[in-house]
């Protein structure tokens, strides 16, 4: 089996920051892409960030320049930094990795729980 551990939110004033991580355990071979998705209360789930296996990122208009993906291959664990917090950021968070685990031929995607971030003063 694999799971997805997310941590790092919580409430912040506009203008703060948060790092959230999501840290990926169990019978993994390989891990692919990885991203964060958030969905407000009422709104469909969203991409916010993403990376891939090389390294290259794609990032939502909404939030480039203040967030930042990356992600530490030997933990198995991709992070989100986000910088400048809006209102509007407000959203529960999930990650997602495209994962390949041992003794399966093709990767499957992967789910963290969720983590709420919420953003006001």
């Known amino acids: 089996q694999v799971q997805l551990v997310e941590s790092g939110g919580g409430l912040v004033q506009p203008g703060g920051s948060l790092r959230l991580s999501c840290a990926a355990s169990g019978s993994i071979f390989s891990i692919y892409h990885q991203g964060w998705y958030r969905q407000a209360p009422g709104k469909q789930r969203e991409l916010v960030a993403a990376?891939?296996?090389?390294?290259?990122?794609n990032y939502a208009d909404s939030v480039k320049g203040r967030f930042t993906i990356s992600r530490d291959n030997a933990k198995n664990t991709v992070y989100l930094q986000m910088n400048s917090l809006k209102p509007e950021d407000t959203a529960v968070y999930y990650c997602?990795?495209?994962?390949?685990?041992?003794?399966?031929?093709?990767?499957?995607?992967?789910w963290g729980q969720g983590t709420q971030v919420t953003v006001s003063s």
């Open positions: 997602k990795s495209v994962i390949r685990r041992y003794g399966q031929t093709l990767p499957a995607d992967y």
């Open positions: 990376i891939i296996s090389g390294g290259s990122t």
